[in-house]
């Protein structure tokens, strides 16, 4: 039993700072706060998805009408096969190939430009989400926020989410198109071959949300 008391006095005196336990002082303010609240909650995360959703939208309209140009050569073709001379027939399939390889590009660049479109944001936001944690945990005297994901139990008194988004907002303004410049004026954000969608990952929480 001795032994279990010299093992845990020591984490006890880290985790609650050994001046806590002097007389009139303040134990230590511990917070913990919810990443993908703040993502999906606060007005700059909605509109950056938002902003990303209407960039995939364009995106996917041109992949679209060009599914449609290879869908309407194709029907062509089968319509007028019979009447058609070899020569013509060979250009109308080579035109139909051509078609398909530039769709199959389409949706390539479409991807790599909206993963990288995602990567910016994330990458914005996660710098705004780290210099409002700062501030925020300055402001109200916090020792400690934690982010839930590394949390295996808080009690509700210690979640700090409604607040942090109120800061977050307070600091943040929502006045920018995030695939244009933030209002700190940092820059910004496939099933067969023949129909391919931009990959939709831009409703995901920003990955590597900085911790405290």
Known sequence: MQRTRIVLLPLFLALCGSGALAQGEAPSKIGVFDPE???????VGKKMNQDLSDARDRLQTGIDKKQQEIEA????????QASLSDD???????????????????NEDATNDMKQQL??????FQQMLSETLDAFG???HFSLILNKAGV???????????????????VNKATS????KSSS??????KTPEKKTPDKTPKETPKDTPHP
């Open 37 to 43: 609240a703040v993502w999906k909650t606060t007005e």
């Open 73 to 80: 050569l194709v029907e062509k073709l089968r319509q007028q």
């Open 88 to 106: 013509k027939a060979q250009q109308m399939q080579k035109d139909i190939q051509n078609k398909r390889v530039e769709l199959n590009r389409m």
């Open 119 to 124: 990567n910016e944001v994330q990458g914005r």
């Open 138 to 140: 300055k402001e109200k």
């Open 152 to 170: 295996d139990f808080k009690t509700d008194q210690i979640e700090v989410n409604q607040e942090l988004i109120t800061k977050f907002n307070e």
């Open 177 to 180: 198109r995030s695939t244009g």
């Open 185 to 190: 004026g940092k820059p910004t954000a496939s």
